[in-house]
């Protein structure tokens, strides 16, 4: 079993700050890249940045300068610190993970149950 446990969502004003976290928990034999992804009302769901388990990230150009991806490997966490937020940046944010299981040799991806941001005056 492997569970992606997402905190730090919220209603925040225009121009303000918040910071995702996901922690991977589990029967995890190890991580590949690790990011999140968003999905406004009636749209598809669209990366917004991912970091592989050597660091190097990607991230979309609409965010790009104002969120940053980070991750811990040693406890098994992906951040995402978002500045500067923006109306358009309202949506539900999900954790995603390509994980290979204790016992098994392929990644798989698992999401995370996804954290509502709100960027409102």
């Known amino acids: 079993q492997v569970q992606l446990v997402e905190s730090g969502g919220g209603l925040v004003q225009p121009g303000g700050s918040l910071r995702l976290s996901c922690a991977a928990a589990?029967?995890?034999?190890?991580?590949?890249?690790m990011g999140w992804y968003r999905q406004a009302p009636g749209k598809q769901r669209d990366l917004v940045a991912t970091?592989?388990?050597?660091?190097?990230?990607n991230v979309a150009n609409s965010v790009q300068g104002r969120f940053t991806i980070s991750r811990d490997n040693a406890k098994n966490t992906v951040y995402l610190q978002m500045n500067s937020l923006k109306p358009d940046d309202t949506a539900v944010y999900y954790c995603?993970?390509?994980?290979?299981?204790?016992?098994?040799?392929?990644?798989?991806?698992?999401w995370g149950q996804g954290t509502q941001v709100t960027v409102s005056s």
């Open positions: 995603n993970a390509r994980i290979v299981r204790r016992g098994r040799v392929n990644y798989e991806d698992f």
């Open positions: 589990g029967s995890i034999r190890s991580i590949g890249t």
């Open positions: 970091m592989t388990s050597g660091g190097t990230p």
